[in-house]
């Protein structure tokens, strides 16, 4: 009897044991698991940099300029197109700012406002017969003159930074 009760207290030991062993191992497998996602950029993240960087690069007013053809349009017809593309190209990646650090979102916005406020300003003082390829000009000419005009190539720095602490 007595070897009985001892081989069964052995036994519900070992298995005690086996159980606590099982189970520290898969706390510690959660642990290694948490760390490594912890560790690797979300694939969304970096995607949504990927976005705007392409965003900012479509709204940048030079790429603008050489990818909108001036042929037949006034230049208040070229005002209207330049701003409702910015506009466009913005309202489409406006959900991408969830992932983006709130400073770079502000600095995307800032390049937005302020190439809609070249394009109307310089839109209102071209004359009224000024062709879309005169406004073109006009805002180039402008850009070419005031070099913090043109925000494109800080934003995307600021882009290309942040972006990489997230590899």
């Known amino acids: 009897m007595l070897d009985t009760t001892m ?7 070992v298995m005690i044991a086996a159980l606590l062993g099982w189970l520290i191992y898969l706390q510690r497998k959660g642990r290694r698991e948490e760390q490594q996602q912890q560790k690797s950029p979300s694939p969304l993240i970096l995607q949504a940099y990927e976005r705007i960087a392409l965003m900012t690069d479509r709204i940048a007013l030079p790429n603008l300029a050489a990818r909108i053809s001036p042929a037949g349009l006034s230049a208040r017809e070229m005002q209207y197109v330049l701003t409702k593309t910015i506009r466009d190209e913005f309202d489409y990646n406006v959900t991408q700012q969830v992932y983006l650090a709130p400073e770079i979102w502000n600095a995307v916005k800032g390049l937005k406002e302020k190439n809609l ?11 009224e017969t000024a062709s879309g390829a005169d406004l073109l000009k006009a805002i180039l000419e402008f850009l070419m003159n005031d070099e913090k005009a043109n925000l494109h190539e800080l934003v995307s720095e600021a882009l290309s930074f942040e972006a990489k602490k997230h590899l």
């Open 117 to 127: 406020l070249i394009i109307n300003q310089i839109g209102s003082i071209v004359p």
């Open 7 to 13: 081989m069964l207290t052995v036994v519900i030991a």
